[in-house]
């Protein structure tokens, strides 16, 4: 499993809500978005972790913030607004319901928010605010994260991401001059606020399926395609049990497996993986065309630039390019806990993997790794472990109430 398709389930229900809170409030005073440098661009890092693009942004002149850039959102949600230091003022609460909840989501809509990016500042914000944090995003990413920046960054500007600097340059859309020919354009489309292309996928048995694809930098996949005999996708001969997201209720399952083909204009890819399962947006914010999306799995083999403006996107292959598609070799899914994120529990134990043949249960607290204590260890390093080609097993210390165990883990590729 990748454990940030965790909230692409709570994305789609948020988008029930979101355009009928934006069209409410649409009274509201707006300034937008600014570069503050002269020169009319602003370069800084962002952290790359499982997948996913974590920016610092500084809220109503506060502390700074961790926020992910995620095109697969419209409207900018803060997880939880109970810090008192944020001064943010609700002009109203609202009830979310939708799909793979328990109930409804408390949340608030908070307007005339400033937000702060380095070098950049956005005045007459809206935000959606959640009564508590029901993402939990930051045990999944090993770190603070505390809210999501979508469209209303991106439609202002054209965004640059650099996977392997891990740097980011915001141009003025009029000041921007494509600053190579090696890029590639592709022409996009912007619906409910999120950007799609065309793609064509070949699958195992040699059919081809032409569609729209939604480009997600939220999400941690390479591929997620949704079965459907209408569209002609089909589940692959092998798959495995996997999650592509969570609801507020627990898990939404769905299959892992792998496609013949994966092209996108000039670039392809082969023996792709690909999740299986309904992670859709609603019909009325997605194209009728539409037959998955695109994660960061397999945006971070490019330079990419987006200019929503002109409609368009560039891709520049970078040396990640001609990598390998590689799962989670172990079956163990881990959640970060405790001080500084270094407790890290057992979530989850898939069937038939090398964790369960070796005795790994749900719950199970790793203590130390390959002689190496897990505190002296992040999240992502963990992953990046269990992905290897290793071929030793892989010693773990394990904490199973108050007894430590010891378990000898050969990793194995399962799809």
């Given at each position: 499993m990748n454990p940030l398709k965790m909230y692409c389930t709570f994305r789609k229900i948020l988008m029930l809500g979101v355009i009928l809170l934006i069209t409410s409030n649409s009274r509201a005073q707006f300034i937008g978005y600014r570069i503050d440098e002269p020169?009319?661009?602003?370069v800084f890092n962002f952290q790359f972790i499982n997948n996913l693009i974590i920016v610092p942004i500084v809220l109503n002149d506060s502390v700074e913030m961790q926020f992910i850039l995620d095109t697969g959102v419209r409207t900018t949600l803060l997880t939880e607004g109970n810090d008192n230091h944020l001064d943010v003022s609700y002009n109203r609460p609202v009830k979310i319901s939708g799909l793979g909840t328990s109930g409804?989501?408390?949340?608030?809509?908070?307007?005339?928010?400033?937000?702060?990016?380095?070098?950049?500042?956005?005045?007459?914000?809206?935000?959606?605010?959640?009564?508590?944090?029901?993402l939990n995003l930051q045990s999944h990413i090993g770190q603070e994260v505390h809210g999501?920046?979508?469209?209303?960054?991106?439609?202002?500007?054209?965004?640059?991401?650099?996977?392997?600097?891990?740097?980011?340059?915001?141009?003025?859309?009029?000041?921007?001059i494509l600053p190579s020919d090696k890029f590639t354009r592709f022409p996009i489309s912007i619906?409910?606020?999120?950007?799609?292309?065309?793609a064509e996928i070949i699958q195992m048995d040699g059919a081809k399926t032409h569609g729209s694809f939604l480009i997600d930098t939220g999400a941690s996949h390479s591929l997620l395609l949704e079965p459907s005999t209408e569209k002609g996708?089909?589940?692959?001969?092998?798959?495995?049990?996997?999650?592509?997201?969570?609801?507020?209720?627990?898990?939404?399952?769905?299959?892992?497996?792998?496609?013949?083909?994966?092209?996108?204009?000039?670039?392809?890819?082969?023996?792709?993986?690909?999740?299986?399962?309904d992670c859709m947006q609603p019909a009325s914010q997605s194209l009728p065309d539409r037959i998955g999306s695109i994660g960061g799995e397999l945006l971070s083999r490019f330079t990419v630039i987006f200019d929503?403006?002109?409609?368009?996107?560039?891709?520049?292959?970078?040396?990640?390019?001609?990598?390998?598609?590689?799962?989670?070799?172990?079956?163990?899914?881990?959640?970060?806990?405790?001080?500084?994120?270094?407790?890290?529990?057992?979530?989850h134990v898939m069937e038939n993997s090398p964790a369960s043949t070796a005795g790994i249960m749900e719950g199970d607290i790793i203590v130390a790794i390959n002689g190496k204590g897990a505190a002296q260890l992040d999240l992502e390093e963990i992953h990046g472990i269990f992905r290897s080609d290793i071929s030793q097993p892989v010693q773990l210390i394990i904490l199973r109430g108050r007894k430590y165990q010891s378990f000898s883990l050969r990793l194995k590729k399962m799809i």
């Open positions: 020169e009319k661009k602003s409804d989501i408390q949340a608030y809509v908070a307007s005339n928010v400033k937000l702060q990016l380095p070098g950049i500042t956005g005045k007459g914000q809206t935000l959606i605010v959640l009564g508590e944090d029901y999501i920046l979508g469209y209303d960054f991106f439609s202002h500007f054209v965004v640059r991401i650099d996977y392997i600097s891990k740097k980011i340059t915001v141009y003025e859309s009029n000041s921007f619906a409910g606020g999120r950007p799609f292309l065309q996708i089909f589940l692959p001969s092998k798959t495995l049990p996997t999650i592509v997201g969570w609801g507020l209720s627990g898990p939404i399952p769905g299959r892992l497996g792998r496609i013949k083909l994966f092209t996108l204009g000039k670039f392809s890819f082969k023996n792709t993986l690909a999740s299986f399962g929503y403006k002109s409609e368009q996107m560039f891709l520049k292959k970078n040396y990640h390019y001609k990598r390998g598609f590689e799962h989670n070799k172990s079956g163990i899914d881990l959640v970060a806990d405790g001080e500084s994120f270094k407790t890290f529990k057992v979530a």
